[in-house]
């Protein structure tokens, strides 16, 4: 749990909460850099990028605040807390806790995020594959440049890159939730690989 921050803000006093934080242009700093901020001000932008459904999010409890980047038109986009927020959101809450980590560009958003989630290993293996291949489509970053900005080495970079692109939809499910692990998934894209060949050579010995 972070330092300074009181337990219960959103869960025990959401009326209070409301008070403090009305008025505020930017949020108003609770304690220890938590600030309370409007929700309709947080962006869940690279909700996509984070499908899997680790184990050991929930014990972080309702009170542990979002670690946000500051946008230029000064709203937050969410980088660790997407299944806090979207609680919060479903309970109605109108201000929620939230620590900026900084601006920085796009690429720098998507590390952040696998590196705030890495020590509690509430990331999966296809939230890093979807990472991958958002910085290769939509960044432009090849494997190399991936690999340093995420700290791997581009064979890890290509093997993420593989299991994002080439699983099944019903794999990448089963890899989210950790039903299978990364290796299993890269021999689950070897072996659709291998049918589709030996389909493809029954199709030209028939034509």
Not at 13 to 18: L, S
Not at 133 to 138: A, K, M, Q
Request: charge should be positive; charged fraction near 30%.
């Amino acid at each position: 749990m972070l330092s300074g921050v009181e337990p219960g803000v959103l869960a025990a006093k959401p009326p209070e909460a409301t008070r403090r934080a009305a008025g505020a242009s930017r949020g108003d700093e609770i304690a220890g850099g938590v600030q309370l901020v409007p929700i309709e001000r947080v962006r869940t932008h690279y909700a996509r990028l984070r499908p899997g459904v680790a184990r050991g999010g929930e014990q972080l409890g309702p009170e542990f605040p979002l670690l946000v980047a500051l946008l230029p038109d000064g709203d937050y986009e969410v980088l660790d807390g997407l299944k806090r927020l979207a609680r919060w959101r479903e309970r109605g809450y109108r201000v929620v806790p939230v620590v900026v980590d900084g601006a920085g560009s796009s690429a720098e958003h998507k590390r952040r995020l696998l590196a705030a989630n890495a020590p509690a290993r509430t990331s999966t293996a296809l939230d890093e594959a979807r990472v991958v291949c958002s910085l290769r489509d939509e960044e432009q970053l090849g494997p190399s440049a991936i690999g340093r900005l995420l700290g791997h080495k581009r064979q890890w970079v290509e093997r993420r890159m593989a299991l994002g692109r080439g699983l099944s939809r019903r794999g990448q499910d089963e890899l989210g939730q950790g039903v299978i692990g990364p290796a299993l998934g890269h021999e689950l894209i070897r072996l659709a690989h291998r049918s589709e060949e030996h389909t493809s050579e029954l199709q030209s010995r028939q034509s």
